[in-house]
């Protein structure tokens, strides 16, 4: 098999020229001198990439001609941050999971933030692609976001996001113990002068906004809470908790003082949606911060 080299190529990959279409795992196993099972790990880990995108579909069609880079250690190394993990990379979008303190696009003159991060990885795996923002966390929220990687798929999503997803939870430590198991809250949402988001149980011109808990873990000071979005608006469960009395921990805006792990206790964990290019059900979770569990 034909092995190339290309300029400015990290050397932890190596690099070869498809000879002969074939779908790729097989491909692989035939003509790379590694193990099936690393193949398929490295698949797996998201350390092949074909003309320069990274694929991870086992019967992804090879066509003579391509570029293929494998990683030597079975995973994706272009990207690394400690503000986000990278879960998942097609042609048309990005699934990562951000840490607590990172905004999610630009603000102001601060630089720190995800757009300009996953950005610089398109730039450094020579992807002529930007992230697009599509929705966004808190700075000190965690969890799992959506980027796009072009203008067409950032508007399919924006202008359809309440359709194409499904299902999208967060889990938040609260001060206190929550005294129902299930349960709703519903109101209108809307920002003041400060703009402090306040809410109301009737119309006063903001946007309406429902969410529904379940109340998983209890102790004495705390509990552990999940929540399912019915609308994404601003701010929302931090006030709804607030308008239940349980305030999220760590929240210095609407919160009562309880800080017992110094961070907003707030992490997106849960994420599913149709794929706006290829219709599939795309369905990401993370685990419960290890952080949080300890309280309980």
Same mark, same amino acid.
């Given at each position: 098999m034909k092995k190339t080299y290309y300029n400015n190529q990290p050397s932890d990959y190596t690099y070869h020229e498809v000879e002969y279409d074939a779908p790729l795992l097989e491909y692989l196993v035939k003509n790379i001198k590694m193990s099936r099972n690393k193949l398929k790990d490295t698949l797996q880990? #998201? &350390?092949?990439?074909? &003309? &320069? %995108? !990274?694929?991870?579909?086992?019967?992804?069609?090879?066509?003579?001609?391509? /570029?293929?880079?494998?990683?030597?250690? /079975?995973?994706?190394? *272009?990207?690394?941050?400690?503000? *986000? %993990?990278?879960?998942?990379?097609?042609?048309?979008?990005?699934?990562?999971? /951000?840490?607590?303190?990172?905004?999610?696009? @630009? @603000? &102001?003159?601060?630089?720190?933030?995800?757009?300009?991060?996953?950005?610089?990885?398109?730039? #450094?795996? #020579?992807? %002529?692609?930007?992230?697009?923002?599509?929705?966004? =966390?808190?700075?000190?929220?965690?969890g799992l976001m959506v980027y796009a990687k072009d203008m067409e798929t950032e508007q399919i999503l924006e202008h359809n996001w309440h359709d194409i997803v499904y299902d999208r939870r967060y889990v938040a430590v609260v001060a206190g113990e929550m005294e129902d198991d299930d349960g709703t809250i519903a109101n209108w949402l809307k920002d003041n002068r400060a703009y402090v988001t306040y809410s109301s149980p009737v119309d006063n011109g903001g946007k309406y906004a429902v969410t529904h808990f379940h109340t998983l873990k209890r102790a004495t000071d705390y509990s552990l809470v999940e929540y399912k979005l019915e609308t994404g608006r601003k701010n929302q469960i931090r006030v709804h908790s607030a308008d239940m009395g349980h305030p999220v921990c760590g929240d210095v805006?609407?919160?009562?003082?309880?800080?017992? =792990?110094?961070? =907003?206790?707030?992490?997106?964990?849960? *994420?599913?949606?149709?794929?706006?290019? !290829?219709?599939?059900?795309m369905e990401f979770s993370t685990p419960i911060p290890v952080q949080f569990r300890k309280l309980f």
């Open positions: 880990g #998201r &350390g092949i990439r074909v &003309g &320069g %995108k !990274t694929v991870t579909q086992f019967d992804f069609p090879l066509k003579r001609g391509m /570029k293929l880079a494998i990683s030597k250690s /079975k995973r994706n190394n *272009l990207f690394k941050s400690k503000w *986000l %993990k990278l879960i998942y990379e097609d042609d048309f979008l990005v699934v990562i999971e /951000k840490m607590p303190g990172i905004l999610s696009m @630009a @603000a &102001g003159h601060s630089s720190l933030n995800v757009k300009t991060i996953l950005d610089d990885y398109f730039h #450094r795996s #020579r992807q %002529k692609c930007r992230a697009h923002t599509v929705h966004r =966390l808190d700075r000190d929220t965690s805006k609407y919160g009562n003082g309880s800080d017992p =792990l110094h961070r =907003l206790c707030l992490h997106a964990y849960m *994420l599913h949606f149709t794929h706006p290019v !290829t219709q599939e059900p």
